[in-house]
């Protein structure tokens, strides 16, 4: 299924556009699309592609009224392909707010690791700290509110819930979202020494593995 009118364009500065898409499926989708058109040459020279929730910033455009037009001529997928590597994260479920989850979910608390490690996520955007990535992929049924109160310290390697996205912190920061869960070693996510510091970059795809010590 492709939607070709589901997106709006407009300029950003001189050699930029700014892409608006209706949901966060829909601005995954149109990234995806657009990596795979820069890959087959298909795509105009764009230096810098930046997802973001709903919109897509396209920067170092060396004509944004020509790739304008082309974009608005685009049919475009409903949903991201399903291809490429997946990285697996090992996750403890033991969060504090598991308990909290669940009964959101209608489920008891040892049925919420095996709902949540049956399906595949994809990196959406990054942003709030170095290698934290938002994860899309749960079921709009399974979408949880942020905490009423936020706490002041989430650990390193705490899995979260928050509306339509999963996440990992990749270092102690503040934080309202629901804990349900801890990756025993969250180094991965961020290191300097890589070329790539980031392990979760825009459009990769997510498994979560549940470890020993899961209730």
Known sequence: MT???SVGVRPAGRHALLVELPDAERTGAFHAELLRRRAAGTLPPVEEIVPGARTVLL???TDPEELARRIADWDLPAHAADDGTV??????YDGPD????AALWGVGADEVATRHTSYTYRVAFCGFAPGFGYLTGLPTELHVPRRDTPRTRVPAGALALAGPYS???PRATPGGWQ????MPDPTPLWDLTREEPALLTPGTRVRFVAEDGTP
């Open 3 to 5: 939607e070709s009118r």
């Open 59 to 61: 920067d170092g455009v």
């Open 87 to 92: 990285v697996e994260i090992p996750v403890r």
């Open 98 to 101: 598991l308990a909290r989850v």
């Open 167 to 169: 996440a990992v912190y």
């Open 179 to 182: 804990l349900i869960g801890t």
